[in-house]
């Protein structure tokens, strides 16, 4: 099967700046998906990394490497609407989908 | 995205009972699929179908039963569950079953509670 670490939870301050680690072992990639969840709501959308580097998307950045198996999501100046799960999610060698159990960031005033 | 639509959103039944679930996807795409996601836990696929044809069943106990009558609209009937089958259940579509960039777009879930 597939293996896909990220923390727990993480807090920080409003204004702030957070990085969420995400490290898999998978049979084969086909790039990497970061999502966030709010209680009680959809999943929705954030990043996609299929090459080595950062991808930045406003307040949003999400950076991947390959050979370490090893992604990040970076949220900038936080705001207490970030509070909020946030999965970490590849695809594998036969494009397959994987999540890892999500981390629950808590933006404090 | 708010293109994927599930109903009802919370659902509560006895292990007796026959319910179903049903997902509808106004976004033009041509995969949907079933998750279960229990607390503190992956997202864990269940069934997956590309232009209506079911092509993963992810080892799902057969109380559980999918049915997808065309690409915007897939159910999953419901039958004899277990109290360890509560959990939210979501649903998801995306472009191209799975390819490259291809990016699943969920539905708001159902919160099922098995008494």
């Known amino acids: 099967g597939q293996n896909i670490d990220q923390p727990t939870e993480m807090t920080a301050t409003e204004g702030a700046i957070v990085q969420i680690n995400c490290t898999y072992q998978?049979?084969?990639?086909?790039?990497l998906f970061w999502y966030q969840q709010h209680a009680g709501e959809a999943p929705t959308f954030l990043s996609y990394n299929v090459l080595d580097g950062l991808e930045e998307k406003g307040r949003f950045s999400s950076f991947l490497s390959r050979s370490k198996g090893y992604s990040y999501l970076l949220l900038k100046e936080l705001q207490m609407k970030d509070s909020a799960s946030y999965l970490c999610?590849?695809?594998?060698?036969?494009?397959?989908?994987?999540f890892g159990a999500g981390t629950t960031v808590t933006v404090r005033a | 995205e708010t293109g994927v639509t599930q109903t009802p959103r919370h659902l509560v039944m006895g292990m007796t009972n026959k319910k179903s679930l049903k997902c509808e996807q106004h976004l033009g795409h041509n995969a949907m699929y079933w998750y279960k996601q229990s607390a503190k836990k992956p997202l864990e696929l269940m069934f997956v179908?590309?232009?209506?044809?079911?092509?993963e069943n992810n080892s799902v106990p057969s109380r559980f039963s999918p049915e997808c009558p065309n690409s915007s609209h897939l159910f999953l009937h419901l039958h004899t569950l277990q109290p360890e089958d509560s959990a939210l259940y979501l649903c998801a579509s995306s472009q191209d079953g799975g390819q490259g960039a291809d990016t699943q777009y969920f539905g708001p879930g159902t919160r099922l509670t098995v008494l």
């Open positions: 999610a590849v695809r594998d060698g036969d494009y397959k989908l994987s």
């Open positions: 179908y590309n232009f209506k044809e079911q092509t």
């Open positions: 998978t049979s084969g990639f086909n790039g």
